[in-house]
């Protein structure tokens, strides 16, 4: 098999736009086992190749082959290994980015890994953390460099407090304050949250008052129960 590969590695070195060349190749690494050799190779090609469009579409088929053979691996480590290559190597193609999209989510799957995020923004074309979409922000707070999570947590921390989901937007400053204790946003989306929902409880009380002596029924009734029920939410 090893002789075998070697021939068909000189073929390539040879024809480096062959497609079919390529596609024997390719098959033969995965047929070996050779999930490094057949990505650097493919990744070399499409960097140096004098025509890189001729080899996309069997560049794209191994990619894709790549992906497949991680799904059928029962070892969950090298299974997302070979997800992270597939995915590096399809996102460097430049128009398959769903399927290095996929690759990542199959790769995240079997667990979080600090390299998912990262190919993750990459593939994005690193956007800024305030323009990050939430599914990215969610992969970096979890996984990605310290600065990173911190970034990305102060930013949905944020998202939910503007929306008023409170718990949500508590849960993520507390877990800001536990990353970062002395963090700024932290603390004062924490306070912010506090004022909140000491405002909350005072409109509901001050609801509560007025429902005892409200008419049982017409609209002194309907706005007092309102009141209340707005205030309660």
């Not at 079919?20 to 140096?48: K, N, Q, S, Y």
């Not at 082959?65 to 290994?81: I, R, T, V, Y």
């Amino acid at each position: 098999m090893a002789a075998a590969l070697d021939e068909l590695r000189s073929e390539v070195v040879r024809n480096p736009s062959d497609a079919e060349v390529l596609t024997r190749f390719g098959v033969a690494c995965l047929a070996a086992g050779e999930v490094t050799t057949l990505h650097d190779w493919i990744a070399g090609l499409l960097r140096d190749a004098e025509e890189p469009d001729a080899i996309r579409p069997t560049a794209r088929a191994l990619g894709r082959a790549l992906a497949a053979l991680a799904e059928d691996l029962e070892d969950q480590d090298e299974a997302l290994e070979i997800y992270l290559r597939a995915a590096r190597l399809l996102g460097e193609l430049g128009d398959a980015a769903e399927d290095a999209a996929d690759a990542l989510a199959r790769a995240w799957r079997i667990r979080p890994d600090e390299r998912i995020g990262a190919q993750a923004h990459a593939l994005l074309g690193r956007p800024a953390i305030a323009t990050a979409p939430e599914y990215l922000l969610v992969a970096l707070s979890q996984v990605g460099s310290e600065s990173m999570r911190v970034q990305s947590l102060r930013r949905l921390a944020a998202i939910e407090l503007e929306a008023r989901r409170i718990d949500q937007a508590r849960a993520l400053y507390q877990e800001l304050r536990a990353l970062r204790p002395e963090d700024g946003d932290a603390a004062a989306g924490l306070a912010a949250i506090e004022r909140m929902l000491s405002s909350a409880d005072a409109d509901a009380r001050e609801a509560r008052e007025h429902v005892p002596g409200a008419a049982t029924s017409g609209e002194d009734a309907v706005l007092a129960w309102t009141r209340l029920g707005d205030a309660e939410r």
